[in-house]
């Protein structure tokens, strides 16, 4: 059965620590979409680490690693993120790669950069990573699949074309260097070696696992508010971060999904630009900030500060409805423990009217949060994992979250370690 780990919100809900949670009752863990600009944080007996492309079931020797086809995979980061796991003294886990994965190509992070800098201030705030470019090459056809950069021929001569049209805006518009097909053939042909090893036709792996009866857990990259259909538009990622596009990214009969937990924390965060319609300023944005997260919020991959505000319950709602969950996993309660009132975002004020259905961007931009106020605990509830010591009013708002959003709440996390969650 395929059971999927995917974000209700802008993404950082804490993915990676459910995921690797998860993984130690699953056979195989798939990354399928999205790139190394994730950054999912996991803190367990090995140390701390933050993985950007590597699936979150690598703590696990007998988990099969997949990263699917629908990945933006960056050879170079995957190589260098394996490598520095096992120096960390990971257990070197089992990893395949598809092979129709599509590679990151060294002109797509210059692209993406390029043109955040043309942008300027009206720059999406993009990680730079090149997801956005690497995406449109995909759709538009010209990108390279793992398989191909073992044709030479193939190689060559779809690099000659793809370095006639970059140049022409790399030159022109951006006035930067132009790309050299030949020095790029020598990179892929370096890289192909180091992805050699882990190349496989997943696609069949995943059909006899399945008729095994194996678990497969599809780990999901950012959130719903970063689709490129359902979210933010246009301050989204450029791959679907939506469940039913796992069975897409991963290559598996959407039959075959049977459980989604939609991962959200107890107040919000967000990277990059775009609306967010609870989120907080000043003060009171600096202080959630600092005490966010494992060590505050800040952007595991780009060290960015990340935007805070309280639970959007509006978004939430949406966010779930749209990942088709089954379960909520609700991380962070603990960081709130500071708190004399929680603020909840219950509704949005647009033109005058009040709503509880998640609009489309251009209405948006004109909503104004309407809150409920709940009481704080008071105390500090972190690493607590016996129910029973959760104080009632903790306890409460966990319950009215799950009544907003509509979806049971299964667990609830007070510390970003492993072993810190509470099964409801
Ligand atoms: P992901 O991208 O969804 O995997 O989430 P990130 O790892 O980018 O961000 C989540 C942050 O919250 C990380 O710093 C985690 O270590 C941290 N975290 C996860 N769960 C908890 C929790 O229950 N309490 C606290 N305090 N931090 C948590
Ligand atoms: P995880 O998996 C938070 C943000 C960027 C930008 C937008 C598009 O850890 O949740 P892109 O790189 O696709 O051009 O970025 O999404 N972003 C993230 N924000 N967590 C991430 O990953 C993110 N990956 C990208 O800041 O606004
Ligand atoms: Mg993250």
Known sequence: MVKAIVGANWGDEGKGKITDLFARQADVVIRFQGGANAGHTIINDYGKFALHTLPSGVFYPEV???????????IQKFHDELEQLVAQGVPRPRILVSERAQVMMPYHPLLDTY???????????????????????????????????????????????VCTLKNAVIVHLYRKPALDPAALYDEMVRQRELIRPFVAD????????????????LEGQLGTMKDPDFGIYPMVTSSHTVAAFGCIGAGIPPTELKEIIAVTKAYSSAVGGGEFVSELFGDEAEELRR???????????????RRVGWFDAVATRYGCRMQGATG?????????????????CTGYEIDGEITRE????????????????????????????????????????????????????VM????????EIIRR
Do not use: M
Not at 64 to 74: F, H, P, R, Y
Not at 115 to 143: C, H, M, N, Q, V
């Open 358 to 409: 998640f609009p489309v961007s251009c209405k948006l931009s004109r909503a104004k949060p309407v809150y409920t106020t709940l009481p704080g605990w008071k105390c500090d509830i972190r690493g607590i994992t016996d129910p029973e010591q959760i104080p009632a009013q903790a306890k409460d708002y966990v319950a009215f979250l799950e009544k907003e959003i509509g979806v049971p709440i």
């Open 64 to 74: 099969t690693n997949i990263i699917g086809n629908g990945v933006a995979l960056d």
């Open 115 to 161: 043109e955040e800098e043309r942008l300027s201030d009206k720059a999406f705030g993009s990680t730079k990573s090149g997801i956005g470019p690497f995406y449109s090459d995909k759709y538009a056809k010209i990108g390279f699949q793992v398989c191909e950069l073992f044709d030479d021929a193939l190689l060559k001569e779809r690099l000659e074309k």
């Open 328 to 344: 909520v996993v609700l991380t962070c309660l603990d960081v709130l423990g500071y708190l004399d009132e929680i603020k909840v």
């Open 202 to 217: 997943t696609f069949t792996f995943l059909h006899q696992a399945l008729e095994e009866g194996k678990t497969v857990l």
């Open 412 to 419: 609830y996390s007070t510390g970003p370690r492993r072993e």
């Open 291 to 305: 005490r966010g997260g494992d060590k505050g919020e800040y952007g595991a991959t780009t060290g960015r500060p």
